[in-house]
């Protein structure tokens, strides 16, 4: 019963909720059974929210139980990436500078899972500030791939890429700042979205980079991710920066499986050279199975996406290092004194940063406090925003031509855990075809696209739409899932090596 | 704490000319905070109107208040300036624990408002146009209290508590164009600035505009170059002199302290000043460089304030009259002369008095009261006409109590002392202190015939048709009946007596 229950999809166990067939806190415990037999080796989770999340399932049994109109998704249990701020359980963004530290405010999108009824499970591991490809640079430690476990979950959302990969969980959230949903997503074998710039509130996401960052879904399914986004979606008086849409039709488009006439657009400069040859093939495999379906497959341009991770690494260390000023030791969270020499606040402040922070995250305050100081700035932090423009204009070109954009998620698939910790550069290159959505606002999706032949690994598969147009990621990576699945026969996660102890 | 060598002022000017700059923060006085919903409200324990915002805790994100951006453009337009169609906000980073985020969100390049003016009017009349640079929008920082040590500094400080109730009020600040040629009257002239910039934004009702609560700061730029040089000297500027009395002191004291300097063959520090109230001097602060590196770069978490020309046209319309067309209409319409109005609003009564007049008293009367019972009272007490006690409403009362015949000059003069000691309204301290003018007759009648029996020779010219020598005999009744008599009961009698016409 377990098994069938954390095999099951979000919309699946919705149905069965909704017939009583199931009870939300059955389906709640045989998660957090889940996470109990496998998440010593996984380590998706920096905190388990058992007393909560059966406490909110057992509410919507009794709510059911009295005939009480209910969202669809109430009693399906999701995970949240700790850099997203929730009443009652600790966040700590994997750094140790806000270990132990409770937030007295809920994000915006905790509540509306809350306003659905939704347990939460708990708190997903994650890149300290989310500031890596790798879930390495955790400060609790790395999350390990369900595929591999001596791989990396990619990152910086590994935690919850592995959860829902690792059945801990049938949905969780996660934030793209440079890829960091969609880049997981892609080394698990999962779905992942990156919503449009503003689609979803931020209010209560722990900001590395404001004017990059997105929360977004991540699922086994696409269905499920849409049925997620269409909770979390829409205006927020609290973030400025938050679209007026509310999002709608998201979950039909993904289940309407229909590519005829989609005109998808490959992307020259993001595949090829410097992709791996099984990634490629998988690539080439979908756009055939796209094509026979109907879609029509144009070459398009964006000569500009070259520069795009060079201008990436100024604009987000640059706000990076003005976001991250606020951990001081002050207000919250650690503080360190210096160990010698006179107590000053500045004195403080700087044993409790470089206490508290970890080697990458200095890194990018270095780099982001360099790139913004007087003298600099308009030949980097002006460029890149120039550069920003031109990718934009990319994008508005392509998608001139096409309705939805193609490409590989990721380069590779997942490498061993420590392979590229010690050399940044090569850890960075990862993103190179995740970070021009990011640059241009425009949203994205990472679906399973098939194992590598060289070494049996998920490769994912990246569609990115115009802004505000998230409801054709759903159309086309809905139909193309469909179609691989149809070949595979059945989900790619049901070849994926059996963890715990049902084995 | 050396003290500074300081020149003579008046040798100050024999060699250099003085270079005045301002930037004068005005907290407006909106109901919640420039980015938050928190209140914005002075006095309250410490740290109760903040919320997660305020505090700079993970996750959150600043909203701009809209009754904020709306001041902003009415302080803009009063001041005569250009208002930008679209504008944005700019991260100024620096670590302060009085900043909880660690930067401010100010503005940086792109002012909601810039290029005004504002004219100055002096003591003696003359105008003199001072250049508005830019006035933007920004927040405050929290209130640091720093404990033990010297002087109430952070530096050999115990410890510092922090009150973040203040962090995050919206500022404007307004910035002046370097302002040249004031030669001596500098110190004047930056008094009488600040005074009418106050006056602006409390007129516009955008802010309390106290300066003893920290409403209005001025931060003073001094420099001093040599008579006939274009290129600017060094500046000093001198933080958070916060009344106006000190504005006047600290540009004045910095002119002599930079002529020091200079005619000591040394060169002037680039840096921020003290000033101190108590000795009337300045102590050096932190140096300030032009190169001063805050990092500024636009806020990612806010989309530019797009300010409409109808927006701006409708707030333009809802602009009070600025006070000095104001100050020009009231003395056309109370006919006082120049050396009356000017008396008056450097008395500080302008105010009191169109409150009066509005209460229905003549405009002559109205000065007669505040200048002459009140503003010497109010300079015995060390405080301004307006917060003696006495209130536009109690001078009507009085007023009245006089016209009526029920006392007299003398007796309102008394009773105005009554009210200041607490004693009640006009009336309750007319009736308790016995105050009534004599208003039977027969007292009065006795009174004068004995003043007519005492100088038959005014009477005679009286009965003659010289009614003007009627003073002495009133006098006479006045001086018998101690004041306590209606003097111009007392005319009505003697003439009735007599048989003359009035």
Known sequence: MTQEIIRSTAAQLAEKLAAKELSAVEVTQAHLDRIAEVDGEVNAFLHVNTQEALAVAAEVDAARAQGEELHALAGVPIAVKDLIVTVGQPTTAASKILEGWHSPYDATVVKKLRAAKMPILGKTNLDEFAMGSSTEHSAYGPTRNPWDLDRIPGGSGGGSAAAVAAFEAPLALGTDTGGSIRQPASVTGSVGVKPTYGGVSRYGAIAMASSLDQIGPVSRTVLDSALLHEVIGGHDPYDSTSLQESWTGLAAAAASGDVKGLRIGIIKELHGEGYQTGVENRFNESLELLKAAGAEVVEVSCPNFQYALGAYYLIMPSEASSNLAKFDGVRFGLRALPEDGPMTIERVMGATRAAGFGDEVKRRIILGTYALSAGYYDAYYGSAQKVRTLIQRDFDAAFAQADVLISPTAPTTAFKLGEKLNDPLAMYLNDVATIPANMAGVPGISIPGGLADEDGLPVGIQFLAPARQDVRLYRAAGALEKLLEEKWGGPLLAQAPVLGGAK | ?502
């Not at chain 2, 040394?266 to 990092?295: I, L, M, N």
Request: hydrophobic share 40%; net charge negative; proline share 5%.
């Open chain 2, 1 to 502: 704490m050396s003290t500074d060598e300081i020149l003579d002022y008046d040798s100050a000017f024999e060699k250099y000319e003085p270079v005045l700059g301002f930037e004068v923060h005005v907290e407006l006085n909106t109901k919640t905070k420039m980015f938050s919903s928190a209140p914005n409200e002075f006095g309250d324990d410490p740290n109760t109107n903040v919320n997660e915002v305020d505090l700079g805790l993970p996750g959150v994100l600043p909203v701009v208040n809209k009754a904020a951006v709306e001041s902003s453009i009415k302080i803009g337009l009063a001041l005569n300036c250009q208002i930008a169609e679209t504008c944005r906000f700019a991260r100024k980073n620096y670590f302060y624990p009085d900043t909880p985020k660690n930067f401010q969100t100010s503005q940086y390049d792109e002012p909601i408002a810039f290029d005004g003016y504002l004219d100055i009017e002096l003591e003696d009349g003359e105008v003199f146009r001072v250049e508005i640079e830019r006035a933007h929008m920004e927040e405050d920082a929290g209130k640091l209290t720093h404990m033990g040590g010297a002087a109430g500094r952070i530096q050999g400080a115990d410890y510092s508590l922090v009150d973040y109730n203040r962090a995050g009020v919206p500022l404007v600040e307004i910035v002046t164009k370097p302002i040249v040629g004031a030669g001596k009257r500098a110190p004047e002239l930056a008094k009488a600035y600040v005074a009418a910039v106050r006056e602006i934004v409390k007129n516009l009702g955008v802010s309390d505009a106290r300066m003893e609560r920290g409403n209005v700061r001025c931060d003073a730029n001094v420099s001093l170059r040599p008579i006939g040089q274009e290129k600017f000297g060094t500046r000093s500027e001198t933080k958070n002199v916060n009344s106006l009395r000190a504005v006047e002191h600290a540009v004045r004291y910095e002119i002599q302290r930079h002529g020091a300097v200079l005619e000591s063959g040394e060169k002037v520090v680039q840096e921020t000043r003290h000033w101190h109230e108590d000795t009337r001097t300045t102590t050096s602060g932190r140096p300030k460089s032009d190169a001063d590196d805050y990092r500024y770069f636009p806020e990612p978490d806010l989309v530019p304030v797009v300010a409409s020309r109808e927006w701006v046209e409708e707030l333009r319309a809802t602009l009070p009259e600025p006070p000095a067309e104001h100050r020009k209409r009231l003395k056309a319409a109370w006919g006082y002369s120049d050396l009356e109005f000017r008396d008056v609003v450097n008395a500080g009564v302008m105010d009191l008095i169109e409150e009066t007049v509005a209460a229905g008293l003549k405009p002559s009367a109205a000065r007669k009261w505040w200048m002459g019972e009140v503003v010497g009272r109010a300079k015995v007490a060390e405080v301004d006409p307006g917060e003696l006690g006495i209130t536009p409403d109690v001078i009507v009362q009085v007023n009245g109590l006089v016209e009526a015949g029920k006392i007299n000059n003398k007796m309102a003069s008394e009773v105005l002392d009554g009210v200041l000691a607490g004693e009640g309204t006009p009336e309750e301290v007319v009736a308790a202190r016995g105050l009534a003018v004599v208003s039977d007759d027969g007292p009065l009648l006795e009174a004068i015939d004995a003043a007519l029996a005492a100088q038959p020779d005014v009477a005679e010219k009286i009965r003659g048709g010289k009614v003007q020598a009627i003073g002495a005999i009133v006098g006479g009744v006045m001086k018998a009946t101690r004041g306590q008599a209606d003097a111009g009961r007392v005319r009505e009698l003697i003439l009735e007596k007599l048989g003359v016409e009035g």
